[in-house]
Nanobody, 122 residues
Framework: QVHLVESGGGLVQPGGSLRLSCAASGFTLDGYAIGWFRQAPGKEREGVSCISSSDGATFYAYSVKGRFTISRDNAKKTVYLQMNSLKPDDTAVYYC???????????????WGQGTQVTVSS
């Protein structure tokens, strides 16, 4: 029973910040890499960031590198995505998932929760 719940989204002006949370249950979080993904209206879901379970290495899509920071608190079974300098193009539903740790950010399983809406608008 792997369960991941996203929260922390909202409406923010360009240049603003949000911190998303991904709360895990049903498995040992520290044994898995976790990724953040997003899907904008009319577009395909894309990988945003992931964090490794082995050495804590982090990876980012070029579009968010330098603005977003992924972190994890294994004791609280939560992964975070700190989003700074937000742009309108960041508007999307954001999802977390177990990451397959391939050559690109991608989900291990094609199963998704409800996500959390991030809207960047003035």
């Amino acid at each position: 029973q792997v369960h991941l719940v996203e929260s922390g989204g909202g409406l923010v002006q360009p240049g603003g910040s949000l911190r998303l949370s991904c709360a895990a249950s049903g498995f040992t979080l520290d044994g898995y890499a976790i990724g953040w993904f997003r899907q904008a209206p009319g577009k395909e879901r894309e990988g945003v960031s992931c964090i490794s379970s082995s050495d804590g290495a982090t990876f980012y899509a070029y579009s968010v590198k330098g603005r977003f920071t992924i972190s994890r608190d294994n004791a609280k079974k939560t992964v975070y995505l700190q989003m700074n300098s937000l742009k309108p193009d960041d508007t999307a539903v954001y999802y977390c998932n177990i990451d397959r740790m391939g050559t690109q950010i991608g989900p291990l399983y094609d199963a998704w929760g409800q996500g959390t809406q991030v809207t960047v608008s003035s």
